[in-house]
């Protein structure tokens, strides 16, 4: 057998190594270090791989510690299948050790795909299955693409598997996205949709994770805020970073760790209090700041806040003071800046008067209007008033 990165390995698979995703030269790179580790691993080559799962309760338990990400993962996993429908594949999630936690797929590959292990609990990392996408990403920590006879056990050259990480907030792999099939079934672009999804589900995570703290959403194109590229950051009133996505830390050119140490002034040149007054001022239109990252090219970066009820609590009108009853001190005046050091709980006891007031002082109609409960409502104008306890 001819080396598997070799004219002859590659003359016998109608397909070009990588095609528009990667440098052909970095990726042949990456599956010859994968077959080093597997060769030191003790992987043998020609063995049939394991193709026993873990004991049904042991892949309960994993479940169960993986509910968040299989709860955002499943809904864009349906999606992208939609998308290679009928190209005999498989779409599979793995958790961050490399154990299939749910797949779904054609008929006919399903079938097939029992025989190679493509099950829930089996584990698929370079140690058990070798050189394979979804062991050698999570290895890598980027996304790979492992076709044919790249593949490090020979009962797996008839598979094409694009696979990509899923990071979370600290910058932590919490698992991997998978399409395995049939290598007659290889498309260049499956790679790329499979990263798409993996930033959709990352992104869905993240925003579940922060939902009632504040995040900011940034793009160096105002038109791209909202889409799967955006970078986001959540952040305490203190201007602490609590977390970034894949698309932050890319963007910034610093590690999770970096942004949390330094803090967001330090990073994006803007206080909390400067973001949140923007808003009031502005509503919905992003504010440009200039990232102080060394290393980085120094280009704006159009930045948009979301806290609590991400597109109503900026654009709330002004109006007079709520009746005496509902609230016992009337708010500052609507061109009033709230000092730099305002904290989001003084933002939204604001908003919530501003609320009340703009609805006449009809407290339901003010809940309905902010999404929340009239008893939340009333619970946060009483906390909020002098002397309550």
Known sequence: MPPFDSPAARSREPWAPAGSALVPAAHDSAIARSHERCAALGVDARALPDLSPVPQARLREMRERNQRLWRHAVPVMEMLFE?????????????????????????????????????????????????NAIGTALFDETPTLVHGTEHFVRANHFLTCSASPIFDHAGQVMGVLDV???????????????????????NHWFSDRFRQGLRLHFHPRAEMLGTVREGLLAVSPDGAVLGANRAALQELGLSAAALRVQGLQAVLGVTVGEV???????????????????????????????FNWPTLWPSVPAAAAPPPALVERPPAP???????????????????????????????????????????????????SPGAT
């Open 83 to 131: 998308q290679i429908v009928s190209t005999r594949s498989l779409v599979v999630l793995t958790d961050s050790q490399g154990t299939i936690l749910h797949s779904l797929g054609d008929d006919g590959f399903m079938e097939k795909a029992q025989q190679i292990a493509l099950a829930p609990g089996v584990n698929w990392s370079e140690a058990t299955k070798g050189t």
């Open 276 to 306: 949140i007054d923007h808003c009031r001022r502005h509503g919905d239109e992003p504010l440009k700041v200039v990232p102080q990252c060394p290393g980085r090219p120094e280009r704006a970066l159009h930045l948009r806040a979301f």
């Open 180 to 202: 395995t099939g049939d290598q007659r079934s290889y498309h260049p672009h499956t790679l790329a949709l499979v990263g798409l999804s993996a930033q959709m589900i990352e």
């Open 334 to 384: 609507p061109a009033a800046v709230p000092p730099a050091a305002a904290t989001l709980e003084a933002v939204e006891l604001e908003t919530i008067r501003r609320a009340v007031a703009a609805a006449g002082g009809n407290v339901s109609k003010a809940a309905r209007q902010l999404g929340i409960g009239r008893n939340t409502l009333y619970r946060k104008l009483r906390k909020g």
